[in-house]
């Protein structure tokens, strides 16, 4: 797992990874997985998406159970308000880790921490996006001012760097979509360090939560937020 780096006292690692498996890899990853997870993988139509799915839950379980020395299976999830994964309380086997997970394409983005809450997100970059109209409804009034105030031909990463701060900012508290994504700002100009700057909710969250460009790989763009309070 890579260590992030600049986070004075915060133990967070994370790791990238390919859900492409071979089929006895896929097999012994989808063995890990309880009755409810096998059923919400039976939901998804798509086999490429149930696939993923399936392989993405395998990877997370045999990540968490080394961390808590305890065989994959074992591993107990529990979900938050508003559905954000957590570890089950296992006789203080899973005290103060705290995980994130997020995929895109065919890749895996996983995370934890000890004591913090975290949230993650990646994004496959796509050339031929038409990410105009998903800034205008989701980003914040003065995000939209400096995206739309750069040279077009800055424009695309400037999108998926506010996108995947944003989200990963979202995913972190819990609350997801259920809190507005236009009531907080995040850092989106080139050259500028990624920060939540303001939110109009909450303005102590800016001194509560750090936010981290990660070395994702060409072709996609990632961050992780995590609480410092």
């Known amino acids: 797992m890579i260590e992030v780096a600049g986070l004075e006292g915060a133990a967070v690692r994370y790791r990238i990874l390919s859900l492409q498996r071979d089929p006895d890899e896929r097999l012994r990853l989808i063995g890990f997985l309880s009755e409810a997870e096998l059923r919400r993988g039976a939901r998804l139509l798509d086999a490429k998406k149930r696939e993923e799915f399936l392989v993405g839950r395998g990877l997370l379980r045999e990540m968490l159970a080394k961390l808590l020395c305890v065989e994959p299976r074992e591993v107990e999830f529990c979900e938050g308000e508003f559905g954000k994964p957590y570890l089950r309380d296992q006789q203080g086997l899973g005290d103060g880790v705290r995980f994130n997970v997020s ?127």
């Not at 796509?126 to 009034?141: G, K, Q």
């Not at 303001?198 to 990632?222: F, K, N």
């Open 103 to 229: 995929h895109s394409g065919a890749t895996l983005l996983m995370a934890v921490s000890r004591g913090r809450e975290i949230g993650v997100d990646l994004e496959e970059t796509r050339e031929d996006l038409a990410f105009r109209p998903m800034a205008e409804r989701y980003f914040s009034l003065r995000e939209k001012e400096e995206l739309f105030g750069l040279e077009p031909g800055e424009q695309l990463e400037a999108f998926y760097r506010c996108w995947t701060r944003k989200e990963a900012y979202m995913k972190g508290t819990g609350s997801g979509f259920s809190q507005p994504s236009t009531g907080f700002d995040v850092s989106l100009l080139p050259g500028e360090p990624p920060a939540l700057l303001g939110h109009r909710g909450d303005s102590g969250e800016v001194q509560r939560w750090s936010i981290i460009d990660l070395d994702s790989g060409p072709g996609y763009c990632a961050s992780l937020a995590l609480s410092v309070q």
